[in-house]
Each structure stands twice: as C-alpha cells, then as structure tokens.
C-alpha cells in the first residue's frame, strides 16, 4: 500500500463513521488469528489518550490495521518517539498521522495555566512551547 492510498482508506474509513455507516471490518475470529501470527498495519497514528477520541473507530479499521501511539495531548517525548519509529521502520507503514483534536484536557490544562499535580506536569512541559508561539502569532486566540 503506498501512502495515498493509506490516507485514502482513512479518509473513506472516516467518511463512513461520520455517516453512521462503519463497517467494523477485521474483527472477527480469523482476524484474530491471522493478527496473533504478526502484525502488518498501513498506517502508524499518535493521538490522544481522550477516550472520546477512538481511533481505530474514528477510521473505521480494525484489529492490525492501525498501529497507535496515545498519549494526552499528542506529545512526544523519546518513548513515543521510540514507539513512531518502530511502527515506521519496524511494521513499515507507508504513513504516519497526527491525529489532534478541540478540547483537549492537556493543552486547555497548558493554556488556562491550570493547578496540575503528580508526573502531569512532566507530560504537559511539551505543550507549553506550542502554546507559547500559538499565542505569540495568534494573540487573539483563547481557550
């Protein structure tokens, strides 16, 4: 599969879940099977963790069809970085996608300068530069 065609079949896998009229495909027993011998995704995507964002539904693919990295806010640091290299050089996926998304607990936690506690503010120290020059060239921008 070359990278257009991957893009393509995520844009028709999302044509269809925005209808109402996904298929669900790869996720019966044989798929199971066929994927518990390896995995051949096309396509490698870092999202986010929000559970209002599930990818392989948003596309409309099933199991070893997407080869996902999740983390809060879509940031990357060397593991998720580790994790995209593996699904390109590794799996070999033809393409890799930045899947974001409105309303992000992570970056609206960064823009509003909200209390955060525990390792969260080691995950959100690499938003803060996005939104610094967000605001720099957008000063109009809010929350």
Do not use: W
Not at 19 to 27: A, R
Not at 71 to 78: E, I, P, Q, R
Not at 112 to 136: M, Q, Y
């Amino acid at each position: 599969m070359t990278p257009d065609q991957a893009l393509e079949a995520l844009k028709a896998g999302n044509d269809r879940f925005v209808t109402g009229t996904s298929l669900f495909p790869h996720l019966d027993r044989k798929r199971r099977y066929e994927t518990a011998k390896g995995q051949t995704p096309f396509v490698t995507v870092i999202g986010c963790s929000d559970s209002r964002v599930p990818i392989e539904a948003l596309f409309d693919q099933g199991i070893g069809d997407v080869f996902v990295i999740r983390v809060a806010g879509n940031v990357c640091d060397t593991d998720e970085i580790g994790s995209i290299e593996y699904g390109v050089d590794h799996l070999g996926t033809p393409l890799m996608v930045v899947l974001g998304h409105e309303s992000c607990g992570a970056v609206t936690a960064v823009v509003k300068d909200a209390e955060i506690h525990g390792s969260i503010p080691k995950l959100v120290d690499n938003i803060g530069p996005a939104v610094a020059t967000a605001r720099k060239f957008h000063p109009s921008l809010t929350p």
